[in-house]
């Protein structure tokens, strides 16, 4: 029943931009509540943007002004829009809803993630 489906990863140069989507199915979620997480080789997962309860955005300090989370409700596709990347942006991003995660111990539903490889 639940389904996360990340795409639209790649190499880019450092500077450069690309455009994530997430297809998320389930009753457990709603699009207005989904995130974006990235998780870099030996480091932690980290949130870095997510759509609030106030039908606001949050964002990592690293990603402030560079990364900007959307949505389509008629397609129930979220987007994470990653412009002047930096090789620091190197991670594979996955979609989720902070909500369940937050709320229920046992959920541990990821998709397949996105490889995102900023160079220079």
């Known amino acids: 029943q639940v389904q996360l489906v990340e795409s639209g990863g790649g190499l880019v140069q450092a500077g450069g931009s690309l455009r994530l989507s997430c297809a998320a199915s389930g009753s457990i979620f709603s699009i207005d509540a989904m995130g974006w997480y990235r998780q870099a080789p030996g480091k932690q997962r980290e949130l870095v943007a997510t759509?609030?309860?106030?039908?606001?955005?949050d964002y990592a300090d690293s990603v402030k002004g560079r990364f900007t989370i959307s949505r389509d409700n008629a397609k129930n596709t979220v987007y994470l829009q990653m412009n002047r990347l930096k090789p620091e942006d190197t991670a594979v991003y996955y979609c989720n809803s902070p909500r369940a995660i937050a709320a229920i111990p046992e959920y541990d539903y990821w998709g397949q993630g996105t490889q995102v490889t900023v160079s220079s």
């Open positions: 759509f609030t309860s106030v039908a606001s955005t």
